[in-house]
């Protein structure tokens, strides 16, 4: 992959001071919750149903395969029975992404 | 560990497919509340929001992790949203796990409402303000480069002002 032939450094704008809280970073390794680094797939939300727009949804992601667990209204009813491996996920389905005429989208933020 | 550096590493992860052709950057996250710490939620895909300054969860994640957003806990910050009026909201004490890399963050942490129904996006304090991301967006992946400074003092309590 070429990176880059030439680059430029432009600063960020500075909008206002922002106190900068010492923040520990820790791998979660070293204690606490007990997690390893895992590579889990990407959920792909163009597999995920239309109906199901805007629910919270538990979904099992695998390589080359997604499986819906359950689905809810909250993230509680989405969860609620479902058997938690390291590769279930949750997520609230999006709303359609609309686009536009020049192939824009509306992003949600 | 203490006062040690981890070596740098990167750490490629593709876009996410949100159908209709649109890719986003986006990572999983474990929200943990800093105060309950035997809660936490399941991995959620966040989008990485290069031009938000903080981070911003969905509302409708506050109670998995027992936080009242209705409630006089955490503490209030008054915001100035792109668009819109100033306004004061409420800050959490979060630790955020990003299972893919395997590191935690402690941050104060928003929840608002997201009307495309996003999940919520990963913002500059507390999160970009200590890992340096590249985004390839031809080759539609993101490359996390980890050199974060780690320290020994604990997991996360430390991190907050009084």
């Given at each position: 992959m070429v990176v880059a032939e030439a680059g430029f450094a432009t600063p960020y704008t500075e909008i206002a001071t922002m106190s900068m809280e010492p923040v520990v970073t820790v791998p979660a390794?070293?204690?606490?919750?007990?997690?390893?680094v895992r590579a889990i797939p990407n959920v792909d939300?163009?597999?995920?149903?239309?109906?199901?727009?805007?629910k919270w949804v538990a979904v099992r992601v695998g390589s080359g395969v997604q499986e819906i667990l359950k689905e809810g209204d909250t993230p509680h009813e989405a969860m609620a029975g479902v058997q938690r491996e390291w590769n279930t996920i949750l997520t609230r389905v999006p709303a359609p992404i609309a686009i536009a005429a020049s192939g824009e989208s509306d992003g949600d933020h | 560990m203490s006062g040690d550096s981890l070596p740098p590493y990167s750490t490629p992860i593709p876009f996410t497919d949100m159908g209709r052709g649109i890719l986003r950057p986006c990572l999983y996250v474990v929200i943990e509340n800093l105060d309950q710490p035997h809660l936490r939620t399941d991995p959620i895909p966040m989008v990485v929001d290069t031009g938000a300054d903080h981070c911003i969860f969905a509302r409708e994640l506050a109670p998995e992790i027992?936080?009242?957003?209705?409630?006089?806990?955490g503490r209030l910050q008054r915001v100035f949203p792109l668009g819109g009026e100033p306004r004061l909201i409420r800050e959490y004490p979060v630790q955020i796990t990003i299972p893919q890399i395997g590191h935690r963050f402690s941050l104060w942490a928003r929840f608002d409402s997201f009307a495309n129904g996003g999940n919520g996006v990963l913002g500059y304090g507390g999160f970009l303000s200590f890992l340096d991301i590249r985004f390839f967006y031809r080759e539609r992946l993101q490359i996390l480069d980890v050199r974060s400074k780690v320290t020994g003092d604990g997991v996360g309590v430390g991190g907050f002002p009084a």
């Open positions: 390794s070293e204690g606490g919750l007990t997690m390893s939300f163009s597999k995920i149903p239309s109906e199901l727009q805007g | 027992g936080i009242n957003v209705d409630g006089d806990g």
